[in-house]
């Protein structure tokens, strides 16, 4: 419980810290009447052209399912990494070395499989 | 009492943070509401010290799902503002009237002090991430490593699945 603290309160420290740049830089710097020109987010005398708000192509839902499949798999991983230590100093009861290896190399394989029939039905053909 | 004034400011959070997903008017600020109520989920599975479901809940709501949404939020035009449905005054009060009817049962089965949930909750002890690695990667009687390669082969049917209905020949995307 005690880690889990600490992480909270590094989250809050740098919430403070992002919150306090943000303030102060509004507390300091001057403030001039924004004229159309000066909120363009880009200026560099670069007429923007249309909205900055476009319609994505359907092309990247394809990339989300296949990066949502593959989250899944690492995130399976995981556990199976953080024992590792345990059974390359033999304390893992019975699970050796080889053992764990086989074992996700196989899984890995499936996985990598599916990762080659994506890639040839040019799934991964960018248009 | 520590552990106490944190559970509940994140509950607070976390339904302050669900009503605004469900309420603002521009669906992207309500998306990132959504990413926000996760968060605190995620904090909560922390606090029972389900170190797995936590992460799970980060790697996968937050950056799978979460994802999802946003490109489903900009595959539409408008960002839902213009026509923007309002509920009728009956279907609030049905709304209502479930919801209340659902908390008042959940309140009458937690209130009741029942013999298999005091059981159920003596025996669960934190799960640690090392137990489920130990226990996906055993070969004995207890080990679940049939179900771990399943897995893979299931997420490979899923990915085929997918590769198959959503992309179409190039002949009828072009005409679409």
Redesign the interface.
């Known amino acids: ?1 005690d880690s ?1 603290i600490m992480i ?1 309160f590094s989250v809050f420290l740098g919430a403070i810290f992002v919150g306090g740049a943000i303030l102060t830089s509004k507390l300091l710097a001057f403030y001039t009447p924004a004229g159309q020109r000066k909120v363009q987010p880009y200026e560099c005398s670069e007429e923007p052209i249309g909205d900055a ?1 476009i ?2 192509k ?1 092309a ?3 990339f ?6 593959f ?6 991983l ?6 590792f230590r ?2 390359v100093t033999d304390q ?4 050796g070395t080889s ?2 290896f086989a ?1 996700l190399f ?3 394989f ?2 990598f ?2 990762f080659i ?2 890639w040839r ?3 991964l053909v960018w248009e | 009492m520590m ?1 106490d004034l ?1 559970f509940y400011g994140l509950v607070t959070t976390l339904v302050l943070l669900s009503l605004l997903a469900v309420s603002l008017p521009n669906l992207l600020h309500g998306a990132i509401a959504l990413i926000g109520s996760f968060f605190a989920t995620a ?1 909560l599975y ?2 029972l ?1 389900l170190e ?1 479901v936590a ?2 809940q980060i ?2 709501y937050i ?3 979460i ?2 949404m946003l ?1 489903i939020i ?4 408008g ?1 839902g503002q213009e026509n923007r449905y309002m509920v009728k005054g009956r279907r609030r009060a049905a709304g209502a009237g479930v919801s209340a009817l659902l908390l008042i049962g959940l309140l009458l089965t937690i209130s009741q002090p029942s013999e298999t949930l005091q059981k159920a909750t003596l025996r669960a002890a934190p799960v640690t ?2 137990d ?3 226990r ?5 009687k207890n080990g679940f ?1 049939i179900p ?2 399943i ?3 299931l ?2 049917v ?3 699945g ?2 198959v209905i ?2 179409r020949d190039n002949g009828q995307e072009q005409e679409s």
């Open positions: 419980m889990y909270g708000r319609r994505f359907v990247f839902y394809i989300a399912l296949l990066f949502l499949l989250d899944i798999e690492s995130l399976l995981f556990p199976c990494m953080k024992i345990a059974v893992a009861g019975g699970i053992v764990l074992e196989v899984f890995i499936i996985l499989f599916g029939y994506a039905k040019g799934v | 552990s944190l904090a922390i606090m010290q797995f992460l799970s790697m996968l950056g799978g799902i994802i999802f490109i900009l595959l539409t035009s960002l991430m090392d489920i690695g130990f996906l990667m055993a070969t004995n490593i771990f390669e897995i893979s082969i997420l490979l899923a990915l085929v997918a590769v959503a992309r």
